[in-house]
């Protein structure tokens, strides 16, 4: 069974950086990422990061944004430098499910709240 548990995330003054990670069990994944979903709009991608650790981001994030991944620990991050208020959501962990082609499991989400 695939579980996902994520921590880091907080209040925080515009500005500046939290680290939010997520940890997996049941088995390694090829692809892990991040989502989130602000009050009121849809679940939007964030980040993610393969096996071999190539990395994809949105424009909104990149360049703020950094995301790594243990595979030892089966463990993705996000570094979150230079956050605005507009990066106010839940963020959630997932991770690809190789055979559906998608991403099938998630964690339970962490909320981020950036203050002007």
């Known amino acids: 069974q695939v579980q996902l548990v994520e921590s880091g995330g907080g209040l925080v003054q515009g500005g500046g950086s939290l680290r939010l990670s997520c940890a997996a069990s049941g088995r390694t994944f090829s692809r892990m990422g991040w989502f989130r979903q602000a009050p009121g709009k849809d679940r939007d991608f964030v980040a993610s990061?393969?096996?071999?650790?190539?990395?994809y981001y949105s424009d909104s994030v990149k360049g703020r944004f950094t995301i790594s991944r243990d595979n030892a620990k089966n463990a993705v991050y996000l570094q979150m430098n230079s956050l605005k208020p507009e990066d106010t959501a839940v963020y959630y962990c997932?991770?690809?499910?190789?055979?559906?082609?998608?991403?099938?499991?998630w964690g339970q989400g962490t909320q981020v709240t950036v203050s002007s």
């Open positions: 997932a991770v690809w499910n190789g055979i559906t082609g998608s991403y099938d499991y």
């Open positions: 990061i393969t096996y071999n650790s190539i990395t």
